[in-house]
Each structure stands twice: as C-alpha cells, then as structure tokens.
C-alpha cells in the first residue's frame, strides 16, 4: 500500500513508529521515509541496534520453544509488532501443531498486516486491538476470553514493549494486573533495555525516540528484575539477550553490546 493510502486511512505516516523502526532494524520493507531516517540516525550513534533487534528475536524464539517443550500451550503476546519469520504462532506449533496465540496490538499498521498474514492461519491464532497501558482492557476483551483459557497456563510475552511504557504508566501496576489474571504454571518471558552499561549509546538512542511514537525509558537491571515480582525466574535467570539458553554463536563478542537483557519466570 502506497504512503498515500496509509495518509486517507487516518495513519501518521510522518512520526517514526516504534513498531516500524524495529521493522527497519530486522530488515523489513512495512516502514515509511519517517521511519528510515529516524532509525538510520540511532544506527549512526549506536549501530549496536540492528544487531540487538536480531538477537531479541532469537531470544523470542528461543523462549517460545522452551515454553512449549515446557507444555504450554497457549501464548499472549503483548505489543507484538510487525509480522516478520518466525512468528510465535509458527514457532510454538512446530512442536504442539494446536497452540493457541492471540496477538496484541494497539498500532494500526501492525493489526492490518498482522490480520492480512493470518487470514489463512488456522484458527488457532487471534489478533486483538489493545493498548498495553490499559491492561484491564486486554483482559476485559471477549476475543481474548474466546481465545484462551485463563483456567490453563498462559505464557505472557512482553518481548521489548516495556521499555517504551514510563514510569507515569506505572510498569510495576501493568505487570501486576496481567500477572494476577494468569493461573499457577504460567509464565511472562520479558526483555528490556537498560542503562546500566553503554550509558552514552543509551542517552544517544532515548534522544531519537523522543520524536517516535512512543518514548523509550530505559531502566536499571535492579528496576527490570523488580517487574517479575510474582515469577520465578528460571535459569539462567536475568541476562543478556545472547546469554539466555544460547542455541548458536551469539552475534555479539561482549554480551553487553546487545543493550538489552532478558528472563522468563514462572507463576507459582
């Protein structure tokens, strides 16, 4: 669809999408001219970023497989962005074919592609409107309780979506409220960027993302790990994004260059 038609469809073409530049990094064509010089503008400051949103990725992957390995068979995925390969609905059912997924969106751009590949998905896969600030909403909606079953573990995925929540949003109480809706034996896998280390790459990216449709508030490690309250975390505990469960080379030397860390707990 042409920048044109998005524009009569009420879309802001114009302001960079967290979403779409997340898109860019991976390698996507669903962005827009905003997107490109807004991401290449983080790229020149912190290349780092094209390589951590390919080992976020991995790292989604990877979670999704050990859930299922795990038994879980039911996935809400949180602010799950652009449809790209490997999508969790593909990764979970390559080892239980019946997984259920319900994708949750509030981008506009996001829901139409999203809907557009699942079209001829089975019926196993859902997409619901829905804004994470507003995580009653999510729970409240009748296709999320037509789609899965809260009386069976649920694995809760808020893969690089919380650090574009501030703390004016209160991460801890959005946590909280979809932590106590999910039955014993679920589980949140969860990634965050941090400013513990490479702090001037991560003054540098935040800058940028003050112009983007959401602004990213990056947290401490001691602030991260304080948003699995409730979860146990499983091994290797809270790390970064290369060094959870590594199934290849990470593509990074030094761990730390990922700017990102990572953990799945589980619900006693």
């Known amino acids: 669809m042409a920048d044109e038609e998005w524009t ?8 960079p999408s967290v979403a779409r530049l997340y898109d860019y990094y991976l390698g996507g064509k669903d962005n827009f001219p905003a997107d490109r010089l807004a991401a290449e503008e983080i790229l020149a400051s912190v290349p780092q970023v094209r390589t951590a949103a390919r080992e976020n990725r991995a790292f989604l992957g990877r979670a999704v497989r050990f859930l299922a390995h795990e038994g879980v068979e039911q996935f809400l995925d949180i602010g799950t962005g652009l449809p790209t390969q490997g999508n969790v609905h593909e990764v979970a059912q390559e ?13 506009p751009i996001v ?28 729970l409240g909606a009748s296709e999320i309780h037509d789609h899965l079953d809260f009386s069976k573990p649920v694995a809760l995925l808020l893969v690089a979506i919380m650090h574009f929540i501030t703390e004016a949003d209160d991460p801890r109480r959005i946590i909280a409220t979809l932590r106590d809706a999910l039955p014993s034996g679920s589980y949140l896998v969860l990634s965050h960027g941090t400013h513990d280390l ?9 800058e940028v993302y003050r112009r983007a449709s959401s602004p990213l508030t990056l947290r401490s490690r001691t602030d991260i790990r304080q948003l699995f309250d ?5 091994r290797p505990g809270l790390v970064w994004l ?4 590594p199934d290849d080379f990470p593509l990074y030397d030094d761990p730390s260059e990922a700017l990102i860390v990572c953990g799945v707990g589980r619900k006693p």
């Open 242 to 245: 290369p060094e959870w469960r």
């Open 8 to 15: 009569h469809r009420g879309i802001d073409v114009n302001t």
């Open 230 to 234: 409730g979860f146990d975390l499983v």
């Open 95 to 107: 080892i239980i074919p019946e997984a259920r997924v319900a994708y949750v969106d509030h981008d």
């Open 111 to 138: 829901l139409a592609h999203a809907r557009a590949l699942l079209r001829g998905a089975k019926g196993e896969v859902t997409v619901v409107s829905g804004d994470l600030r507003r995580p009653e909403e999510i």
């Open 198 to 206: 490479r702090r001037e790459a991560a003054r540098k990216g935040t």
